[in-house]
């Protein structure tokens, strides 16, 4: 923390640097806010977080160290007016505003805070770390400063690239006190053996190599040197403490239906090895199709997983952890599915991207360990390998992978099954989908969000109906997978069918309370509805009967109106 005199001094600085910007242009690493709320304010709680990613993606851009978000001075004269806020005690909803904006933040950036009075004047600075290496979100959206706007950084790839290459590739920094003594025989052996089959125009001219040249070859040292790929991949386990305070482990944890863990085990380097050993301790048992009519569209028997879709989904997590978050890389098995994560944002930001794409992705984390895993062939380049993941669920009829970024973490969940019959009876009958529809589909059918313009382009395709938190797939689709009688289930009938059916009740019966109402229609609303909106659905309906006079309502009991 700065000293009084300090603080002061680097206020005027900022201020000396904005009065430059008319004749130097405008300083994407400085802003100026005023006061902090949710109307009639200058910036809002939230803004905070926005500015916090913006200025920190565009100090890497401008070269800076640190951007900087002033509060308590108004942008353009420059005064001095004082701000409402105060950090000590400032909360969003019941939280420490402080704690939730670090939270916000990915990957976790320092930014300091000066908070003091400035002649007579309250003035906060957020002192904020330049990105390095990969850009910084806010609660999962990235931003950046393009003049004296605040915008995604989404929208500008060349910006995207530029901070993605700020920063020297960890995984290629050279361990100095390793040698080849620290390297597991073994590790080695399969590597020269993954190595062959991977190029087998080298393998009988690989034999000549010795341990030196073949890792040279291989992209696993670097001239010779040894450095973290290669006590990764090839390292004794004791060679982990070379690399620390990065961890090299790879956590499987089995899970039983209900959720209680059953069998646990922890691997290290060398990670040809360990990756090995993860993918025995998978139960990839057999899975059979009961449903009659698929069984002339898919084998009547096959493994739970792909092996394919268990190496990538693995060996991706290695080639893209980012060790230098000092955690491990976890695999767990549950009764129907496999869950892999590791640490790190993901790099091409969405799946979006990944499956519209052809294009190898032009940015790593770990650019050398990346082209090592290639070399070995247990990865191919970033989007290709996660494609073919997706078409192996689509040729089994199973959900597409699925993704999850939240937390500075990348989480895929393999359902080894089929979930809907709806979903798989689609993909069988509808060639015409690409992955990007399946993969927005998937989601449906698996209860995950969808956002409001994926619904709308799903609704424009004519592939699902419902409102937008009771989804579910479109006549059109239950036509072509003969699913009629379930589409009517889902969707149910029009409002006068319920009507009719009320009033004939009520005329069999003279009088009936609420709760029997409920009773009668519970079971023939939309099964997309949930209780509550089964509830306030059949409460509109007798209002709307009750307001064209069709019934007359008492105390507890409702009738028809003579």
Not at 207 to 222: G, Q, S, Y
Not at 247 to 267: C, H, L, M, P, Q
Request: charged residues 30%; aromatic residues 8%.
């Amino acid at each position: 923390m700065r000293t009084l005199e300090e603080q002061h001094k680097l206020l005027e600085e900022l201020l000396s640097e904005a009065r430059k910007r008319k004749s130097a242009g405008e300083r994407e690493w400085l802003e100026f806010k005023t006061n902090i709320g949710e109307s009639h304010c200058s910036i809002t709680y939230e803004g905070v977080g926005n500015y916090i990613s913006g200025l920190s993606n565009s100090a890497c851009l401008k070269y800076k160290s640190h951007g900087y978000l002033v509060l308590g001075v108004e942008d353009g004269s420059w005064n001095v007016v004082g701000t409402n806020l105060r950090m000590p005690t400032a909360k969003y909803g019941n939280q420490d505003y402080e704690l939730w904006l670090r939270k916000g933040c990915s990957p976790i950036i320092p930014f300091e805070i000066e908070e003091f009075d400035y002649k007579g004047n309250h003035v906060v600075i957020f002192e904020i770390q330049a990105a390095v290496g990969e850009p910084v979100n806010f609660k999962g959206v990235a931003y950046v400063r393009v003049n004296s706007n605040l915008t995604k950084l989404k929208d500008f790839p060349d910006f995207v690239r530029h901070i993605y290459n700020s920063q020297k590739d960890w995984s290629a920094e050279v361990v100095n006190e390793a040698t080849l003594d620290d390297l597991d025989p073994e590790a080695i052996k399969k590597a020269r053996e993954l190595y062959g089959k991977k190029h087998e125009d080298l393998r009988k001219e690989m034999e000549a190599w010795d341990d030196v040249t073949f890792l040279n070859k291989a992209k696993i040292t670097l001239k010779g040197k040894i450095t973290n790929t290669t006590i990764l991949l090839l390292g004794r386990p004791e060679s982990e403490a070379l690399i620390s305070p990065a961890v090299a482990r790879i956590r499987w944890i089995y899970k039983d239906s209900t959720g209680n863990e059953r069998d646990f085990s922890i691997e290290t380097c060398p990670f040809v090895i360990a990756a090995e050993t993860v993918y025995g301790k998978i139960r990839n048992f057999k899975y059979r199709y009961m449903n009659p009519t698929l069984l002339s569209l898919v084998p009547d028997e096959l493994d739970t997983y792909d092996p394919f879709i268990i190496r990538e989904a693995l060996n991706n997590a290695i080639a893209h952890q980012d060790y230098r978050c000092h955690g491990m890389i976890n695999v767990v098995e549950e009764e129907d599915r496999l869950i892999f994560s590791n640490l790190g944002g993901f790099i091409p930001n969405s799946i979006r991207n990944v499956l519209e794409n052809d294009a190898p992705e032009e940015n790593y984390r770990n650019r050398m360990l990346a082209n090592a895993m290639v070399e070995l062939g247990l990865v191919d380049t970033i989007g290709s390998g996660i494609r073919r993941m997706f078409n192996k669920q689509r040729e089994r009829l199973f959900p597409m992978p699925d993704y999850d970024f939240r937390d500075n973490k990348v989480k895929v969940t393999i359902v080894g099954k089929v979930m809907d019959m709806d979903y798989a009876m689609l993909l069988t009958r509808d060639k015409s989908l690409n992955l990007l529809e399946i993969e927005m589909l998937s989601r449906l059918q698996m209860h995950r969000t969808l956002n409001d313009d994926e619904i709308a382009y799903l609704r424009k395709r004519k592939l699902v109906e419902g409102r937008k938190n009771a989804l579910y797939f479109a006549k059109s689709v239950a036509k072509a997978t003969g699913q009629e009688v379930e589409y009517t289930r889902k969707r149910g009938f029009d409002d006068e069918y319920y009507k009719d059916l009320i009033l004939k009740a009520i005329d069999q019966h003279k009088r009936l309370s609420r709760t029997q109402i409920n009773e009668l229609l519970m079971n023939k609303l939309p099964d997309a509805l949930t209780e509550k909106q089964k509830l306030i659905k059949i409460g509109n309906l007798l209002l709307a009967l009750r307001k064209k006079e069709k019934i007359e309502v008492g105390e507890k009991r409702l009738w028809k109106k003579k």
